[in-house]
């Protein structure tokens, strides 16, 4: 497909572009270990908001760095609109249970914002975080001290109901087709439902997030809400910086089936690791696998026993650094049976948008009167 430069492209007008002034009703998710500098810039050069994964904000100078990379690729791009140079580009996702819970958490999420001045951050599980003492405060209003706009990642009516009460600026729907981490799937929501019901009680801008992976997607989000948050489209991009051997996984599943909702990995790892993701935000969309294949399903105890009386954590943890798809959660949502190659994301943001005004297209054609 040839693209002409983006400032010769359309602009979409939807309460989303407003308030974020970009040129796309689209983000592509923050993505820990996946969605760094280069892959949001793209993105960003392309007309969407392009967001940089904080993770758990534990490697702050790793962060900068890849706030560097973001910043020296989208020189020419600043502001988003056409004309308009006076701010940074720059979005960048926190994790809410951990990002701001080391001793330096707080600190760092400030210096971030102090620093960098990014035109938004997002928060997820939960979006809502309060200082411990000293003064009082929350992540939201911090981030408005400093002119961020806060985007709240969000898996219930009840968290968008208190998103909406804390003054956040745009609400991300997160369904349960998402990949990732997200509500377990006897809590969450389908993104359909969860956006469209978020819309109604609000004005302020709600994007759909979970299996959107192509155009039509994207046209059928914009039916009940005002755009969308792609991730396993972009972990499938040559920018990220996700793992080669899990990230071809993700095209060579070829339908929805291939994917689960599981806490499974989340058993495991939690005893792995040392940020262990709480409850109810500890299942993840992933592909299926011989991990899930053994283990989804049975009883949580019964996982126990294993890890405690058989090689089991040996196993899964000796596999941990040699890529193992087979045994290793592969992330990935529901529209990654629509994903056939890795390609740029420049350009598969660009596609994205000739496909949705496509889609639109079709829906004009489809009423006549009789
Ligand atoms: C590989 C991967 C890593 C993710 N990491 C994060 C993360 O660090 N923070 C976050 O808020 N969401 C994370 N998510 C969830 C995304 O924010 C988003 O909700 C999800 O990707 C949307 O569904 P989709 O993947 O089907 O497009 C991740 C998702 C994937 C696929």
Known sequence: MSTPPTSQRRAWKTPFTEALRCRLPLLSAPMAGVAGG????????????????AGHLRDVVGLEGQIEIFEENTKSTRGGREGDRSSSDLAIGFIGFSSLASPSG????EYILRRYRPKAVQFFAPFLACRPS?????????????????IAQV???????????????V??????????????????????????QTKRMTDLPVLASGGIANGRHLASALCYCDGASIGTRYWACRESIGDRLLQRR??????????????????????????????????????RNRTTEEWDGRSSDELRRAMDET????????????????????????????????EGAYEVTLRIEEEAMDAINRLRSMHFNL
């Open 134 to 150: 000293g003064g009082g405060g929350d992540n939201v209003g911090l981030a408005h001290e400093y002119g961020a706009k806060f």
């Open 106 to 109: 707080w600190e760092d999420y």
């Open 311 to 342: 090689d089991l954590l040996e196993r899964y943890g000796g596999f941990r650094d040699i890529s193992d798809a087979d045994v290793v959660p592969v992330l990935a949502g529901e529209g990654v049976g629509e994903i056939y190659d890795i």
């Open 155 to 169: 898996g219930s009516v009840a968290d968008a109901r208190l998103a909406i009460r804390h003054g956040v600026d």
């Open 250 to 287: 993700l095209t060579e599943a070829n339908a929805c089936d291939d994917v689960l909702r599981t806490t499974v990995f989340d058993q495991i790892q939690n005893e792995l690791t040392t940020v262990r993701w709480p409850h109810p935000y500890d299942s993840v969309g992933a592909l």
């Open 38 to 53: 280069l892959l949001a810039a793209e993105v960003t050069r392309a007309g969407g908001l392009g967001m940089i994964a």
């Open 171 to 196: 609400i991300v729907c997160q369904g349960r087709e998402a990949g990732g981490h997200g509500l377990r799937r006897e809590l969450g929501n389908s993104a359909m439902s969860l956006a469209s």
